[in-house]
């Protein structure tokens, strides 16, 4: 089913890179990312360990708030536009990579289809998403399962480390 927009609804965005120059693929992509929307606000970049696929170098992460006119749809494939943009090759699921950008949450939409999934299907497991999310929108709902991001930051079990590297703010934009 898709969802046709015409006012102005908050994504969610999680970005991370974890080759070459990470702090300049963010700052990239985020500039690209203000093609589609207005950059709303910004966390701080945050340096976290790889999950999943650990034999591989840390990832700069860092989550935007986008105010945007689009469909998650459209939105999804200016993303990958971008990604593609950027030299995001997928040769490894999970593996390095120049840059990725999610979509966590788009306003209070729920959807599935085979190309997308809102809220990110994850999200909750990940403290790289939830940590500077929960920066710049603690009260975020989660709309499958009724809790706040910082709720479900809170809830996660140790581990998963995130250290903040780069604080929000003029220098990230």
Known sequence: MAYRRCMP?????????????????LRDAISRLGAEGQVAAVSSFYETEPVEVRAQPWFLNCVIALETAKTPELLMASILR?????????????GPRTIDIDILLFGNIVMATPKLTVP?????????????????????????????????LEA????????????????IL
Do not use: C, W
């Open 9 to 25: 609804e908050t994504a969610y965005l999680s970005l991370g890179s974890n080759l070459g120059d990470r702090e300049g693929h």
């Open 82 to 94: 971008i990604e593609q943009g950027m030299g995001r090759k997928r040769v490894q699921k999970k």
């Open 120 to 152: 990110h299907p994850a999200m909750q497991e990940r403290r790289f998403v939830l940590a500077p999310l929960a920066e710049i929108r603690p009260e975020a709902l989660h709309p499958r399962l009724n809790k706040t991001v910082l709720e479900l």
């Open 156 to 171: 996660l079990p140790a581990g998963q480390e995130v250290r903040r590297k780069i604080q929000p703010g003029i220098s």
